[in-house]
């Protein structure tokens, strides 16, 4: 990403029509919880974490080169894509951890402190864009990845973050308020449209994202064949919830066999596998996905499941039967780190 690339992601607040729609309503929304007193505390437990999500969901549009959707009301709800709420845990953890730094080691110990958050934190946030995984998040194998990945690129992530402290301390005392307020939330939301750019710059979306399958068209074969994709999923889920792990997984098998475009079936229960809340059952189902890809010879979708396998849980391995083939997969797909992982196996 060159320096034009940075100033069109800096700017792309102010271009997006949606992005500049949410930022002027969180700010107003902000504005209201500080003047409503106890009524604001309450406001803040919906608004903070509606925000959270949509920086995370900002990110992740411009990691894939799309436009953000504007905040709708069920960003406002703390039940579903609990992942888009987890930065709210490193960001709480540095503001604390930085507190207990000065006390103990004074300012200039909380200086380094400070310079290390900023290199780490734009890391975690492209981590878990990429992942949608918590845990991977934290990962120092991940981070250290990620960063050597997009190599220079990166650097424009922690400078913007680098950005906020010193506009927010050179500036507070020039600028009225409320254009201060305005102005510190612009860069927030430029942090994380720029850390989506940096993702997007190295491809890395592509690389370890399956994407979702197409969503049914208005035909009603299509539409009646989703429904039923659904009812079995969720007939299996019931099934894997009561501890019948193998009951459910061969469920999902016998409607693979009949399913019409099997390709895409194979796909579409993976994706919805990793949303549910304990994704192991889609790692086992994984295995047996990953088999049908070395069987049909397709070592880039191999590679690819693997590497998305690995970011959800570094201990996923293909079958015994299938480990030769899965290395075999990643030579030829050139990825030698890949296949040095899969012979340690």
């Known amino acids: 990403m060159n320096f ?18 949410a930022l002027i309503t969180f700010y107003l929304l902000g504005q209201l919880i500080a003047l409503a ?31 953000a959707d504007p905040p709708g009301i069920e960003y406002f709800s703390l039940i579903g894509n609990g992942w888009t709420l987890f930065p709210i845990v490193p960001v709480a953890f540095f503001v ?24 780490i934190v734009p890391a975690m946030m492209c981590v878990l864009v990429i992942t949608q995984a918590p845990l991977q998040s934290l990962n120092p194998i991940a981070l250290k990845t990620l960063i050597r990945e997009t190599g220079p690129s990166y650097g424009w992530a922690p400078l913007t973050l680098l950005g906020l402290p010193l506009f927010f301390l050179l500036l507070g005392k020039v600028l009225p308020g409320w254009l201060h307020s305005l102005a510190t939330l612009y860069l927030v939301f430029a942090f994380y449209a720029v850390t989506g750019a940096v993702i997007r710059d ?26 039923e ?20 997984l061969g469920h999902i098998y016998k409607w693979l066999e009949n399913d019409p475009d099997p390709d895409m079936a194979w796909e579409w229960f993976f994706v919805r596998m990793l949303q549910w809340e304990q994704t192991r059952p889609a790692l086992f189902y994984a295995q047996q996905y990953l088999s049908r890809q070395l069987e049909r010879d397709d070592p880039i979708k191999a590679c690819k499941l693997i590497l998305r396998c690995h970011m959800e849980d570094e201990t996923f391995r293909p079958l015994a039967d299938d480990l030769p083939a899965a290395i075999e997969a990643a030579e030829r797909c050139g990825n030698r780190e890949l296949a040095m992982a899969l012979k340690r196996l």
């Open 4 to 21: 034009n690339d940075y100033l069109r992601e800096l700017s792309y607040p102010a271009r997006s029509l949606s992005t500049g729609f």
């Open 37 to 67: 007193g106890l009524f604001g505390i309450w406001l803040a437990t919906m608004v903070v974490p509606a925000l959270f999500r949509y920086l995370i969901l900002l990110a992740q549009a411009r990691a894939r080169g799309a436009e």
């Open 96 to 119: 604390w951890s930085y507190d207990f730094v000065v006390g103990i080691y004074g300012a200039g110990a909380a200086g380094i402190f400070s310079l290390l958050a900023v290199a």
């Open 202 to 227: 190295k491809k890395l979306m592509k690389e370890v994202y399956i994407e979702d399958p197409l969503e049914p068209d208005v035909e009603k074969q299509i539409a009646d064949l989703q429904k």
């Open 229 to 248: 994709r659904v009812f079995s999923l969720n007939h299996a889920y019931g099934l894997i919830s009561r501890g019948n792990r193998e009951g459910g």
